[in-house]
């Protein structure tokens, strides 16, 4: 077998053509390519440098548009003036420098050729909903810094016909409306300054002419026959005399030694004392004399005294003569009658007649002040304000300049004046502590009427609800009422003062509780970033706390030492409102 295989025909070849020449066309691409992407850069560079330009020209009027709201509260003119120096020290187109006085008159003058026609400051109020300032001379509270930079310089767009662009911004900025409740101290002490304890520090005189200045603050009242305002002793008045042979006698008991006076010579006085001992005084002849415990009986009470003159013998001993009790079972009664109370009715709804006798006669501050067992409207105002200084007890107390709540008082009238110097919206409310329940009352919610809020504090007293000190309830009334009740966009604070230490807490006496209730309503108020801006008074503040609690919430603390004299706490208290007042927050609005 033989194989055998055919091929077929070969595949024809085509000649390939010659390649053409493309030599120069990248070139012209990339030459049509570099003036776009340069056109590209030149507007990029030239709105970089407009954008530049735009933000240090909106820098620059924010910042005048602040100074000059800062100072606003100082006339409208200082305010223009803030605003322009701003507006010179932060010029388009340058870095800030540290301008001197000198230069700055120079370059106030050379802005002011410049620009004299690019700026405009005005004043008024500000209105959101139209969105403007409405011009007013009277309490303006919001500022417009409007400039403009004309005849820039563009760096490109000149190729295309523009050789220069404007910039203009405008700035609002206002005083921020503030939500702020003040937390005041009525606890007792706050009229500490005042009474018997406080005479070691400020001396008698200063004491006693303020209680002097109180009882005519309340109206010179005149009970029975208490003596006068200076405490006297009581004088106790014999049996009226019959006969020629009968005397009229008297004896000013001074507790310790009696004044004896009689119509005919003294014969004998027999004195018998809180211990039942007894010592006669015989061979006397003048009609009055002095007689106190001798011996063994010297420093006694006296408990009773008999006194012979002309034929008076009581027959209850040897020689024993008209008697006159002041026995521990008796001496209310005595002296109650001495000073002629016993149909006067006890004019306020707590406290009595026996409770003012007991307080001359056993205060340890009455005694400190010389007037033991002596009684007179100096120690019946004293009473009132140590012993029954509540509202519900002695109802007119509030009328009395006490210290140091009279500072805390004028101080308030002053602060609610400062913040009316300025209208801008501000609301102010009242809580003091402590309340009736040992907590804190809101004697006032936030409110635009302003003059309602010291209206309410004059008429408030030391111990005006309570004796004790609850910060902690006040700072979280305060608290709670300004979540409940506080405007969205205002700015929230408050107030806190005190002249003690926190020592009221859940309904009891616990000072370690109490303040751990303040260290933890700082907190809360941190949280909610409300500043707490807090107020020592007097040396018995817990001075510490109140930095703490400054401290906590980002805020300030003040301290009013007070002094020698008691009118001193007034000025430091009205320094620090004052600051406080002054401090208003800023804000732009556009």
């Not at 055998?4 to 990339?30: D, F, K, N, T, Y």
């Not at 009684?375 to 012993?387: C, K, M, Q, R």
Request: charged residues 15%; proline residues 5%.
């Amino acid at each position: 077998m033989s194989l055998s295989c055919s091929r077929g025909p070969e595949p024809s070849v085509q000649p390939r053509l010659p390649r053409r020449r493309r030599r120069g066309v990248i070139i012209v691409l990339a030459a049509v390519l570099m003036i776009v992407m340069m056109a590209m850069l030149a507007l990029s560079i030239d709105t970089g440098y407009m954008y530049t330009m735009q933000t240090q020209l909106d820098r620059s009027v924010d910042a005048a548009a602040l100074a000059g709201a800062a100072v606003l509260i100082d006339g409208t003119e200082q305010a223009r003036e803030e605003s322009l120096e701003y507006l010179i020290r932060n010029p388009v187109g340058q870095q800030p420098t540290t301008v001197t006085d000198d230069q700055l008159v120079e370059l106030t003058a050379q802005f002011l050729a410049e620009h004299a026609n690019d700026y405009e400051i005005l004043w008024g109020e500000w209105d959101p909903v139209q969105n403007r300032v409405n011009q007013t001379d009277q309490l303006p509270s919001a500022i417009s810094v409007s400039m403009t930079y004309p005849n820039l310089p563009y760096f490109f767009g000149r190729v295309l016909g523009h050789d220069t662009f404007d910039l203009t911004s405008t700035a609002v900025a206002m005083y921020q409306p503030r939500d702020i409740v003040l937390v005041l101290d009525f606890s007792g002490s706050m009229s500490d300054d005042s009474q018997l304890t406080a005479i070691p520090k400020f001396g008698k005189t200063a004491i006693v002419n303020g209680l002097s200045q109180f009882y005519q603050e309340l109206g010179s009242p005149v009970y029975g026959n208490i003596p006068g305002f200076e405490p006297q002793y009581i004088t106790v008045n014999g049996v009226a005399p019959a006969g020629p042979t009968k005397p009229q006698i008297s004896v000013e008991y001074r507790f310790k030694s009696v004044l004896v006076n009689s119509t005919l010579p003294l014969e004998n006085v027999v004195l018998k004392f809180s211990n039942g001992a007894v010592q006669t005084f015989s061979g006397l002849s003048a009609t009055s004399g002095t007689f106190a415990g001798t011996g063994v009986n010297a420093g006694k009470a006296i408990y009773r005294v008999w006194v012979k003159s002309g034929d008076n013998l009581s027959g209850e001993g040897t020689n024993y003569g008209e008697p006159f009790d002041f026995d521990a079972s008796t001496i209310r009664a005595t002296i109650k009658t001495a000073l002629g109370l016993n149909a006067v009715a006890y004019p306020y709804p707590a406290g009595s007649w026996n409770e003012y006798i007991d307080f001359g006669r056993n205060n340890a501050d009455n005694k400190s002040a010389g007037w033991e067992y002596k009684f007179g409207y100096a120690n019946l105002v004293a009473y009132w304000l140590a012993s029954r200084n509540g509202y519900s007890e002695t109802p007119v107390l509030w009328k009395v300049s006490a210290q140091p709540v009279t500072a805390l008082k004028d101080a308030t009238d002053m602060f609610m004046d400062y913040i009316l110097e300025v209208d801008t919206n501000d609301r102010v409310g009242l809580v003091i502590y402590n309340a009736s329940n040992g907590n804190a009352k809101l004697e006032t919610p936030l409110t635009t009427n302003l003059p309602l809020v010291p209206q309410i504090v004059r008429q408030r007293q030391a111990g005006h609800y309570h004796d004790y000190t609850n910060i902690g309830a006040g700072m979280q009334s305060a608290r709670e009422h300004l979540i409940a009740n506080g405007r969205t966009n205002a700015f929230k604070m408050i107030v806190l003062m005190t002249d003690g230490v926190a020592n009221w807490n859940n309904g009891a006496y616990n000072i370690t509780a109490a303040k751990n209730h303040v260290l933890s309503e700082a907190a809360a108020s941190a949280s909610l970033n409300y500043p707490i801006v807090t107020i020592s008074l007097g040396a018995g503040a817990d001075i510490a706390l109140m930095e703490d609690v400054a401290e906590i919430t980002e805020s300030r603390h003040f301290n009013v030492p007070g002094g020698a004299a008691i009118g001193d706490y007034r000025a430091g208290l009205m320094q620090v409102f004052r600051e406080i007042a002054d401090a208003r927050p800023l804000k732009l609005v556009q």
